[in-house]
C-alpha cells in the first residue's frame, strides 16, 4: 500500500481500527462513537462477565478502568494524528464516585488537554448512557510520546 | 456484605475451601484469569498469560488496563481476608504507575495493607514478570469498607 493510493482517514477511522487490534479492548466490547483533535467519546457495553459485585450486578472497577484507558489512549493518536506514536501509559488515576447501575452500557470520555514534547496529559470521565451530566467516574492519565522512527509503523502494519 | 460471602471467607481461611474460590464468584476475575497462589497465608496473584488480555499486538504486550483490573481485584481479594470481620470493600480510588513494559507472559501480584481504618482502606500492590525486584507496576487504591451492601 503507497501513500499515494492511501485514503485519507478520519480520526474516527484511526480510532476504530486501533481497538479492532487490541484484543482487550475487542472483548471489552468498545465501541468507539466520535473522535476529533479534541475529545474522544466511546461506548462500553454492559457485560455479565465485566461484573465485580457478583450480588448487585455492578461493573467492576478495573474493566471501567481498562476502558477509560483505551479511549485515554486513543484521545492521545487523535491528537497527534495525522502522526503516529506508541504512547504507553505512565500514570493513571480514577475516582469512583458512584457505582454504575447494573445492566447500564457506560460512555467514557477523554480529552488531551495538553501535549508537550514528551507527555501526553488526559482527562477522563465515564457516565452511564443518557446520564452524561453525572460521572460515575473521573480520572487522570498521563501517556509518553515515543516516535516512531520510520515514517508509517500503522499503516505498513496493516499492509 | 452477603453471608453467602462471609461463609466462603471463613471456609478458606480455615482451609477448608481453596482461596481461589473467592475469585471463582467474580466474573471479572475469572475473565481475566486470575490464580492464586498460597504458602500458608502469604498469597501471591498470578494473571495468566491470554490472548485475551493483550493489549499492543505486534510486541505483543499485556494491556495496561487488564493488569491494573487484575491488581484492583488482588487487593480487594486480599483486604478481604485481612480484616477480622470482614466487610465489603468498594473502590474509592485507583492510582497506578507503570514502570515497565508487560509482556505476554505470566504475571504476578503482592499486596500490603498499609492502613486499615474503620471505614477506609488503603492497599498497595507490586506486580512484576521476571523478577520480583523488578516491577511493571505499583499500585494503591483506597477502599470503603461498608457493614453492609444493602444499605447502600
Known amino acids: 500500500m503507497t501513500s499515494e493510493s492511501t485514503p485519507k482517514y478520519t480520526p474516527l477511522d484511526i480510532c476504530r481500527r486501533f481497538v479492532t487490534s487490541v484484543r482487550h479492548s475487542a472483548e471489552l466490547g468498545i465501541e468507539v462513537t466520535d473522535a476529533s483533535e479534541q475529545r474522544v467519546r466511546a461506548l462500553m457495553p454492559w457485560q455479565e462477565k465485566l461484573v465485580g459485585n457478583p450480588d448487585t450486578g455492578v461493573l467492576h472497577g478495573g474493566a471501567v478502568f481498562a476502558f477509560l484507558d483505551q479511549v485515554g489512549g486513543l484521545a492521545v493518536v487523535t491528537r497527534i494524528y495525522p502522526e503516529f506514536e506508541i504512547t504507553p501509559t505512565i500514570d493513571f488515576r480514577l475516582d469512583h464516585l458512584r457505582a454504575p447501575g447494573k445492566g447500564k452500557n457506560l460512555i467514557g470520555i477523554a480529552e488531551c488537554y495538553r501535549l508537550s514534547e514528551h507527555v501526553a496529559f488526559v482527562r477522563l470521565s465515564a457516565f452511564e448512557e443518557g446520564q452524561e451530566d453525572e460521572p460515575v467516574t473521573t480520572g487522570l492519565a498521563t501517556y509518553m510520546r515515543m516516535k516512531i522512527p520510520s515514517e508509517n509503523q500503522f499503516r505498513k502494519s496493516k499492509a | ?152
Not at chain 2, 72 to 92: D, S, V, Y
Request: with cysteine; charged share 25%; aromatic share 8%.
Open chain 2, 1 to 152: 456484605m452477603s453471608d453467602p460471602l462471609k461463609t466462603l471467607i471463613a471456609a478458606c481461611r480455615s482451609g477448608e475451601q481453596p482461596y481461589q474460590a473467592l475469585v471463582e464468584r467474580v466474573p471479572y476475575a475469572r475473565f481475566l484469569g486470575i490464580g492464586i497462589e498460597a504458602r500458608g497465608e502469604e498469597l501471591t496473584f498470578v494473571l495468566q498469560k491470554a490472548d485475551s488480555n493483550l493489549g499492543n499486538p505486534t510486541l505483543p504486550a499485556l494491556h495496561g488496563g487488564a493488569l491494573a483490573g487484575f491488581m484492583e481485584q488482588a487487593a480487594l481479594i486480599f483486604l478481604l481476608l485481612e480484616m477480622g470481620e470482614p466487610r465489603l470493600p468498594k473502590t474509592i480510588d485507583f492510582t497506578i504507575d507503570y514502570l515497565r513494559a508487560g509482556l505476554f507472559r505470566d504475571t504476578f501480584a503482592e499486596c500490603r495493607v498499609t492502613r486499615l481504618g474503620r471505614r477506609v482502606g488503603n492497599v498497595n500492590i507490586e506486580a512484576w514478570q521476571t523478577r520480583r525486584d523488578e516491577p511493571i507496576a505499583i499500585a494503591r487504591a483506597h477502599f470503603l469498607l461498608s457493614e453492609d451492601s444493602s444499605q447502600s
